[in-house]
C-alpha cells in the first residue's frame, strides 16, 4: 500500500477541518476520497469544495463502498463507537474524534471489536501532539520529579457562550451529546492529566448543570481525586471563566512542575522533600531549590500529526508507534463518567466506575433530555483550538 484512501464520517465541524487539510494534501500518504453526512447541505459543500470525492449519506454506506481504507470519526458522541464498531467488522482502519464515547461500557465494546480487527485504531488527542505536552510527559515519566504528592488541574478556558450552544439541538443535552464540558471540551485535558499522572482511584466531584449557560449538562466541575500511591489531586473546570486559566501543576518529592501558558518551569528541590521534612532540625527550614524553564519543542498542525502519524502507522503495518492510541480513549471516559456519577449519587466513586450503574443514571436523564430546536449551522471551529 503506497497511500491511505480515507473517508470521513460528519463533515460538519471538525470533520469539515480534517476535509480541508486532507483535500489539500497535508498529510503524506493520506488521500480523502469520500465523505458522509445526513445533511444535503454539507454534501453539498462537499461537492463544490472537495473536488472528486464520493458522497454518501450515511458512515454505513460510505463504510461499505469499497472507496475507502480508514473511516475518521467526527459525528456526534454517541456515534463514535457503532460507527468505529462497523468500519473495524469491515476490515477498516479507524480514527475516531474525542471523545471515545459517552460511556464506558459502549467504549469498551469498540476496544474489544479494535482488538479482534487488528487494524490500526487512533483517537483525536490533539494535544498529546503539543512540545508541551510531550515534553511534561517526558519530564515526569523519566522520574525526576520523583513520587508524585499532588496535582491541580485548571482548565477554565474553555470559555463558550450560549450562541455556541444554541448552534445546534443535539448540544449540551444528555440525549444529544451525552454531557457538557466533561464530553466536549475537557476529553483533551482529562487523557493529559492521566497520561502524564497517571489514573487515580478514587474521586469525589461536583458538577453544576446550567450554572452559567441555559443547558441541561454541566458547565461547571470541581473534583477531588486520590491515586494508589496516596497522592491527592484537584481537578477544575467550566465554560463560564473569562477570562480562563490553563494550569497544571505537579508537586512531587523532588520539587514542583507548572505547565502554564505554553511553557513548562521546573522548581527542583535539592534532595528529597520526604527524607528533609523528617530529617531537618531546625522547624521552618525547607529545601533549597533550582528553578528553570525547561525548553520544548513547539508543536504545529496538531490535527494534522495525530492522522499524519496514524496513516504512517498503518503504511508500516504499525510499526510507529501511534501517539495517541484508540484504546486510550476509555481512561478519559472513566473519568468524566466517574465526576458525573459522583454528583449524580453524593458519594464518593471508585476507578474504574461501575458501568452498569452509569449507564443506567444516564439513562434516566436522556429520558427527559430535551434536544433542542436550532438553526443547525455548522460552527467554524478553528478558533477552538
Known amino acids: 500500500m503506497d497511500e491511505v484512501r480515507i473517508g470521513v464520517a460528519g463533515i460538519g465541524g471538525m470533520g469539515g477541518n480534517h476535509c480541508e ?30 473536488g472528486g470525492v464520493k458522497r454518501f449519506d450515511t458512515p454505513e454506506a460510505m463504510i461499505g463502498s469499497g472507496e475507502i481504507d480508514a473511516v475518521l470519526i467526527a459525528t456526534p458522541h454517541y456515534l463514535h463507537p457503532p460507527i468505529a464498531v462497523a468500519a473495524f467488522e469491515a476490515g477498516l482502519h479507524v480514527m475516531s474524534e474525542k471523545p471515545a464515547g459517552v460511556y464506558t461500557r459502549q467504549v469498551k465494546q469498540m476496544n474489544a471489536a479494535a482488538e479482534r480487527s487488528g487494524k490500526v485504531f487512533a483517537l483525536m ?164 531549590v533550582w528553578t528553570c524553564e525547561v ?19 498503518i503504511l508500516d503495518g504499525g510499526e510507529t508507534e501511534l501517539l495517541a492510541p484508540g484504546l486510550d480513549g476509555i481512561h478519559s471516559v472513566e473519568l468524566f463518567n466517574a465526576m458525573l456519577l459522583s454528583t449524580w449519587t453524593d458519594s464518593w466513586v471508585d476507578i474504574p466506575v461501575d458501568a452498569d450503574l452509569y449507564y443506567d443514571e444516564l439513562q434516566e436523564r436522556v429520558a427527559t433530555s430535551k434536544v433542542k430546536e436550532g438553526p443547525g449551522r455548522t460552527m467554524d471551529v478553528k478558533d477552538s483550538f
Open 295 to 313: 525548553p520544548s519543542a513547539r508543536g504545529d498542525g496538531e490535527h494534522r500529526t495525530i492522522t499524519a502519524n496514524w496513516v504512517q502507522s
Open 21 to 50: 487539510y486532507l483535500s489539500k494534501g497535508a498529510v503524506p500518504s493520506g488521500r480523502l476520497t469520500a465523505v458522509a453526512d445526513a445533511s444535503p447541505e454539507r454534501l453539498a459543500w462537499a461537492e463544490s469544495s472537495l
Open 125 to 288: 488527542l490533539n494535544q498529546r501532539a503539543r512540545g508541551q505536552s510531550r515534553k511534561l510527559h517526558e519530564l515526569v515519566a523519566s522520574g525526576e520529579l520523583g513520587e508524585i504528592q499532588r496535582t491541580n488541574y485548571i482548565i477554565t478556558d474553555w470559555f463558550r457562550a450560549q450562541s455556541y450552544y444554541d448552534s445546534g439541538g443535539w448540544r449540551a443535552t444528555w440525549a444529544g451529546e451525552g454531557g457538557g464540558v466533561l464530553a466536549n471540551q475537557c476529553p483533551h485535558n482529562l487523557d493529559l492529566w492521566q497520561w502524564v499522572c497517571g489514573m487515580p482511584s478514587r474521586m469525589r466531584a461536583f458538577c453544576y448543570f446550567g450554572k452559567h449557560h441555559e443547558i441541561e449538562v454541566e458547565d461547571d466541575v470541581t473534583a477531588f481525586v486520590e491515586y494508589p500511591n496516596g497522592a491527592t489531586g484537584v481537578f477544575v473546570t467550566g465554560t463560564g471563566d473569562a477570562p480562563g486559566t490553563n494550569r497544571l501543576e505537579i508537586t512531587g518529592d523532588r520539587g514542583k512542575i507548572v505547565a502554564e501558558n505554553g511553557g513548562i518551569v521546573f522548581h527542583r528541590t535539592e534532595q528529597s522533600v520526604s527524607r528533609f521534612l523528617k530529617e531537618y532540625p531546625g522547624g521552618f527550614g525547607s529545601p533549597d
